[in-house]
């Protein structure tokens, strides 16, 4: 089972990124699908969550900000993020859980700075 993490990067303040995460090796789709951030010196932190009803959960931080979603297969959560600031900036990991087990996927790096 590998939850594969893409599309960090760095943006300006006020710009936008999208990350994507696949699941793979896997029979059933997740029930619970999450992003959490880590920024340096910091602890790893919610950022926002999906379950397989599609109900939402956003961090007070960015509600309005960042868009949580599923792909049609249901293996993928994406994180469409707007109006980025620098206190954005953190290695994002995509979590799972399937059948009971929560994986965690490699992180990638966002930096947000002029």
């Known amino acids: 089972v590998q939850l594969q993490a893409s599309g960090g990067g760095l943006v300006q303040p006020g710009g936008s990124l999208r990350l994507s995460c696949v699941m793979s090796?896997?029979?059933?789709?997740?029930?619970?699908m999450a992003w959490y951030r880590q920024a340096p010196g910091k602890q790893r932190e919610l950022v926002a969550d999906?379950?397989?009803?599609?109900?939402?959960t956003y961090a007070d931080s960015v509600k309005g900000r960042f868009t949580i979603s599923r792909g049609n297969d249901r293996n993928t959560v994406s994180l469409q993020m707007s109006s980025l600031k620098p206190e954005d900036t953190a290695v994002y990991f995509c979590?799972?859980?399937?059948?009971?087990?929560?994986?965690w996927g490699q992180g990638t790096q966002v930096t947000v700075s002029s």
């Open positions: 979590f799972a859980v399937n059948s009971g087990t929560g994986y």
């Open positions: 090796g896997i029979v059933v789709a997740p029930n619970f």
């Open positions: 999906i379950t397989s009803g599609g109900t939402r």
